[in-house]
C-alpha cells in the first residue's frame, strides 16, 4: 500500500467541499485528475470511502 500524502489532502477537500470540481479548483487539479485520485486511494485501501452520484457527494 502506498498512500500519498496529496491523496490524502485531496480526499480533506472532497470530504470538506462535498465536491470534487471545486476540490480541484483548490488543491490545483482538474476534476478527473480528483476522481482519479479519489478512485486510487480506495482501490488501495481497499474500500469505498465516498459515495457519489452526479449530483452529490457524500
Not at 10 to 20: D, P
Request: charged content about 20%; proline content about 2%; some cysteine.
Amino acid at each position: 500500500m502506498n498512500i500519498t500524502l496529496r491523496q490524502l489532502h485531496v480526499f480533506q477537500s472532497v470530504a470538506a467541499t462535498r465536491n470534487f470540481s471545486r476540490t480541484g479548483d483548490a488543491v490545483g487539479l482538474t476534476q478527473p485528475a480528483v476522481s482519479r485520485c479519489i478512485t486510487e486511494l480506495e482501490a488501495q485501501l481497499g474500500l469505498k470511502l465516498l459515495n457519489r452520484t452526479t449530483r452529490e457527494v457524500t
